[in-house]
């Protein structure tokens, strides 16, 4: 299996925080529910940033940040 890329839109976002721990406070600081819920293993990040009017490319920003990418 090949190690998914953390600007792969079609990453799951469960996967996503399994990978990269450190994106949690990410989600957590925008007070996102996605830490656990029952969705993310079907949402990707284009569907979070929808969901909480975010820019994609502004939180995929954050998100690399956050664990030095």
């Given at each position: 299996?090949?190690?998914?890329?953390?600007?792969?839109l079609?990453?799951?976002?469960?996967?996503?925080?399994?990978h990269?721990?450190?994106?949690?406070?990410?989600f957590?600081?925008?007070?996102m529910l996605?830490?656990?819920?029952l969705?993310?293993?079907?949402?990707?990040?284009?569907?979070?940033?929808?969901e909480?009017s975010?820019?994609?490319?502004?939180?995929l920003?954050?998100l690399q940040?956050a664990v030095?990418v």
């Amino acid at each position: 299996m090949r190690h998914p890329k953390l600007d792969d839109l079609d990453l799951p976002l469960a996967d996503l925080m399994t990978h990269w721990p450190g994106t949690i406070p990410v989600f957590l600081s925008h007070k996102m529910l996605c830490v656990g819920c029952l969705i993310s293993p079907f949402h990707t990040i284009v569907d979070a940033c929808a969901e909480y009017s975010l820019d994609e490319k502004d939180f995929l920003a954050e998100l690399q940040a956050a664990v030095g990418v």
